[in-house]
């Protein structure tokens, strides 16, 4: 499969509570396809809220986005038919959420928004919410520069972001492992309970799940229990 439908899969069970995400999605699907819809009400939105970036995101992705694998080039695009359309997508991508998009028309009609610097393909790709698809990029990436021996300027802010991915990453593996072992339920509460908190968010941080726990606990509390659930999965082999 490729690496955009990979993507496609598995944001297509990210679904946002939030009737502004909902409606900020839609639309932005809409506008690839062409369709007239209220721009400056989308951009207000988008304006507005953070989570409704990573909504437009998935919108205009799930409605005509393509990432190519990264072991062959770096290249994020959207493409819609409307000139009117292509010029509100590079808008609100470049001015309202902090890409440099560009914009070129080829031949049969078809405006395409391309995006070709990779940090910020690997930006896009968290705005989505693919987190596997991430860590792939990352790592196909960090082999690419390994190969061809460049010292690549990772966005401090992008790098970071991948190393709480990755992290999580490990815990939601241990606890999938646990639970597959008919262990979660035998964990003692305060391990259970956050353990339960990770799956069911996946992308939240620490100091955030923290708040969720039933008990008081800090931030390194959270990162400790966690901790200790990756060496009971890694005790079972
Ligand atoms: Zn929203």
Redesign the pocket.
């Known amino acids: 499969m490729s690496f955009s439908q990979n993507i496609k899969d598995e944001i297509l069970n990210v679904k946002?509570n939030?009737?502004?995400?909902s409606k900020?999605q839609r639309d932005a699907e809409l506008l690839t396809e062409n369709e007239d819809i209220n721009i400056q009400e989308l951009k207000r939105?988008i304006k507005k809220?953070?989570?409704?970036k990573k909504?437009f995101l998935r919108g205009i992705f799930l409605g005509s986005g393509c990432i190519v694998d990264p072991n062959t080039d770096y290249h994020f695009e959207i493409t819609t038919k409307s000139k009117k359309n292509a010029n509100a997508l590079l808008d609100i991508l470049n001015n309202l959420i902090g890409f440099e998009a560009k914009l070129l028309k080829r031949n049969n009609n078809l405006y395409v928004i391309y995006i070709k610097d990779s940090d910020q393909i690997s930006m896009a790709i968290s705005y989505l919410g693919a987190n596997k698809a991430l860590l792939t990029y990352e790592n196909i990436r960090v082999e690419r520069s390994i190969k061809n021996n460049i010292n690549r300027n990772i966005n401090c802010e992008t790098a970071n972001m991948s190393k709480t991915i990755t992290a999580a990453y490990k815990q939601i593996k241990a606890i999938e492992k646990l639970e597959k072992e008919g262990k979660l339920e035998r964990l003692p509460a305060q391990l259970k309970d956050i353990a339960l908190l990770r799956k069911k968010h996946p992308d939240m941080s620490l100091e955030d799940l923290s708040k969720l726990c039933n008990d008081k606990i800090t931030k390194s509390g959270v990162n400790h229990r966690l901790k200790k659930i990756i060496d009971i999965a890694n005790n079972l082999d």
């Open positions: 946002s939030r009737k502004c995400c900020v939105y809220n953070n989570c409704c909504a």
